[in-house]
């Protein structure tokens, strides 16, 4: 009796079985979702559009203050996942040539988004927010596409990973400033000071995580799981605190403890833990963002979201060209490129989230939303059919495809005649044909191998 007391005074359990309702409709989703290659985040985002309050398709109260908390777990460990897989020997390494890759693929964005949020006129901080929105790519589903798209051996690919490394160290940097402008402060030295505490904590963290490994890993030492994951959740959520506290968000307090986390020697252990907490509570995250947007808003914000859509296609196309001529690839690498990184995702929804808590023009929330969804749609299609579309656009590349196709039926001509020296038939030689494009392909796949690892 006092435990059914508890539960029936708890009033929790409408709401428990609706959210599990909805995790398992993600799941559905999801699993549809694979078969044409898309990724999570606009999945879990459609479903929490679909159960959003303004559909009244379900009994879901978005007053508690729980769900905004579990939703902010998800965002601290989105974070603290992706400064836990930052690669610090990556970036210092190779820091020169990843700056100016990255630098310039995020200039040309940044400095047209900028632009462009003027262009909309919502207002001075609400065009800061487009212009982070619109600038970088979603790390978590790009790094999904190369490996699904089986091309972690590419030319392009460690390009393509060092810009976002060089997007990861950024989007820290920009946080901090955007939660400066956003605090409403107008005195100039009091912004300073907060702008320079803001960068103490970033370059502090960023030192400890150079330096400090081996003093962190003797703090982390435990052979029991369960304290060795309570330590480690009570540093992100602790340090995401602190974060925003400090004035450079959460989210940013969270990745920079991930970064130095990961440089101990138990990164692979907290990966192994940490991950599937990321999932899902990371999927709570996408899934209440899309319960917090409006459908009926996105007519509001339609013409500006295609022309951001458009500009951020447009952008990139160029971005990719550029960034591959620099590191010395050619133009199918550039397109791979460019499909890969124009996928937007979970900055964008950061973004969209500490705008909305600033007080900012409620219309970034739905721009944000429609905005994402679009791109990490179409992006996945487009970039399982980049090497088709480069062959559609690239006439030299056609032409070698054809040669070698060319020389590889003119090396079978013996077998393309019977005992009696007729010619085969149309049928016959079309069914060579594509067996000779399945073998070319195959080819292809071969020398962009061999290119990669040599």
Do not use: C
Not at 53 to 76: E, K, N, R, S
Not at 105 to 125: E, K
Not at 184 to 197: C, D, H, I, M, Q
Not at 359 to 369: H, N, S, V, W, Y
């Amino acid at each position: 009796m006092p435990l059914a007391a508890a539960v029936e005074g708890s009033h929790f359990g409408a709401d428990m079985v609706v959210v599990g309702l909805l995790f398992v409709l993600a799941w559905g989703l999801g699993r549809l979702g694979k078969l044409i290659g898309l990724p999570a985040i606009p999945v879990y985002m459609l479903v929490g559009l679909l159960a959003s309050p303004y559909t009244g398709w379900f009994p879901l109260d978005l007053d508690g203050d729980y769900i905004g908390l579990i939703a902010v777990m998800g965002l601290v460990l989105l974070l603290f996942n992706l400064g836990l897989e930052f690669d610090q020997d990556e970036f210092f390494g190779n820091a020169g040539k990843l700056l100016v890759s990255g630098g310039t693929y995020i200039l040309v964005n940044m400095a047209v988004g900028l632009g462009f949020g003027f262009l909309v006129g919502w207002g001075t901080p609400e065009a800061l927010i487009i212009a982070g929105i619109t600038a970088t790519s979603s790390s978590a589903i790009v790094t999904k596409l190369l490996i699904e798209l089986g091309r972690l051996t590419n030319r392009e690919t460690p390009m393509i990973l060092g810009i976002t490394v060089v997007e990861d160290v950024f989007i820290a940097i920009y946080l901090a400033i955007v939660g400066v402008v956003l605090s409403g402060e107008t005195e100039l030295w009091p912004v300073v000071g907060r702008l320079a505490l803001s960068f103490t904590f970033i370059v502090v963290m960023f030192a400890l995580a150079r330096f400090g490994g081996r003093i962190v890993s003797r703090l982390m030492r435990t052979k029991d799981d369960e304290l060795f994951t309570i330590l480690f959740f009570g540093l992100a959520v602790l340090f995401g605190g602190i974060g925003e506290l400090l004035g450079v968000t959460d989210a940013i307090g969270a990745f920079l403890i991930g970064l130095v986390l990961g440089a101990t020697r138990f990164r692979n252990r907290i990966e192994t833990i940490a991950v599937p907490l990321r999932d899902v509570f990371g999927a709570f995250f996408f899934l209440n963002f899309g319960l917090a947007l409006d459908a009926s808003a996105f007519g509001g914000v339609l013409v500006p979201v295609l022309g951001a859509v458009l500009m951020t296609v447009v952008l990139n196309i160029i971005a990719g060209q550029v960034v591959a001529r620099l590191n010395g690839l050619g133009a199918q690498e550039g397109i791979n490129t460019t499909v890969i990184l124009q996928n937007r995702g979970e900055f964008a929804l950061i973004l969209a989230t500490l705008s909305l808590s600033a007080g900012l023009d409620e219309r970034i929330q739905p721009f944000a939303g429609l905005y994402v969804l679009i791109l990490s749609i179409g992006g996945p299609m487009l970039a399982a059919q980049s090497e088709r579309i480069g062959e559609l656009l690239l006439p030299s590349r056609r032409r070698r495809r054809r040669r070698r196709r060319a020389s590889l039926l003119g090396a079978g001509e013996p077998a393309r005649r019977t005992p009696r020296g007729d010619a085969m038939s149309a049928e016959d030689i079309a069914l060579v044909e594509a067996a000779m494009a399945g073998d070319l392909d195959d080819r292809d796949g071969r020398e962009r191998d061999g290119h990669a690892n040599g």
